[in-house]
T-cell receptor, first 115, second 113 residues
Framework: AQSVTQPDIHITVSEGASLELRCNYSYGATPYLFWYVQSPGQGLQLLLKYFSGDTLVQGIKGFEAEFKRSQSSFNLRKPSVHWSDAAEYFCAVGAGASPGTALIFGKGTTLSVSS | ETGVTQTPRHLVMGMTNKKSLKCEQH?????MYWYKQSAKKPLELMFVYNFKEQTENNSVPSRFSPECPNSSHLFLHLHTLQPEDSALYLC????????????FGNGTRLTVT
């Protein structure tokens, strides 16, 4: 069965510092991988996705993620964090071959940004 | 504007009430979903509809009843809920294609008293 693990429940980063959020997945084949962000009182917004090809994917808001098959990881990175990046971040895995096959989400990592 | 609109944003209901949550998407997607988001728990998939047909019911109690009259609208009818049903209920939609990403609404914050 598919599963997603986000080992860090809460991370605090200084504004301007770099960020890496960890995500490990379990799936028998190459999965579809996603990172979403959720601000308080809002729904989830897609940051980026990996389907195939280049293992380093670029997303919105200056985020990027790297797929490492050997480590079953898909870590999210940002070189310089802004205060507005404080939010909850979710990694998700999907293997659907047709619409309607839903994603499996991790428990999320809450990012706090200190000044 | 997310393209997926949920109403109401907040709802407080007693355990004997009947209420409905509404979701509408203007993205031309064919699949729609209900997720439950509780504190300190992963998002829980509740229901999936594809071309108006329910394709997944993730062992959800019968006090939650979904309805999908067309590909643009999705409802979640609620009756005789329990306090543990208090959560953020998120609607999402997705287009055709393998691994298509979900597009979420802003959710309905439900409190059961």
């Amino acid at each position: 069965a598919q599963s997603v693990t986000q080992p860090d429940i809460h991370i605090t980063v200084s504004e301007g510092a770099s960020l890496e959020l960890r995500c490990n997945y379990s799936y028998g084949a190459t999965p579809y991988l996603f990172w979403y962000v959720q601000s308080p009182g809002q729904g989830l917004q897609l940051l980026l996705k990996y389907f195939s090809g280049d293992t380093l994917v670029q997303g919105i808001k200056g985020f990027e993620a790297e797929f490492k098959r050997s480590q079953s990881s898909f870590n999210l990175r940002k070189p310089s964090v802004h205060w507005s990046d404080a939010a909850e971040y979710f990694c998700a895995v999907g293997a659907g071959a047709s619409p309607g096959t839903a994603l499996i989400f991790g428990k999320g990592t809450t990012l706090s940004v200190s000044s | 504007e997310t393209g997926v609109t949920q109403t109401p944003r907040h709802l407080v209901m007693g355990m004997t009430n009947k209420k409905s949550l509404k979701c509408e998407q203007h993205l031309g997607h064919n699949a729609m979903y209900w997720y439950k988001q509780s504190a300190k728990k992963p998002l829980e998939l509740m229901f999936v509809y594809n071309f108006k047909e329910q394709t997944e019911n993730n062992s959800v109690p019968s006090r939650f009843s979904p309805e999908c009259p067309n590909s643009s609208h999705l409802f979640l009818h609620l009756h005789t809920l329990q306090p543990e049903d208090s959560a953020l209920y998120l609607c999402a939609s997705s287009p055709e294609g393998e691994g298509a990403p979900l597009h979420f609404g802003n959710g309905t914050r439900l409190t059961v008293t």
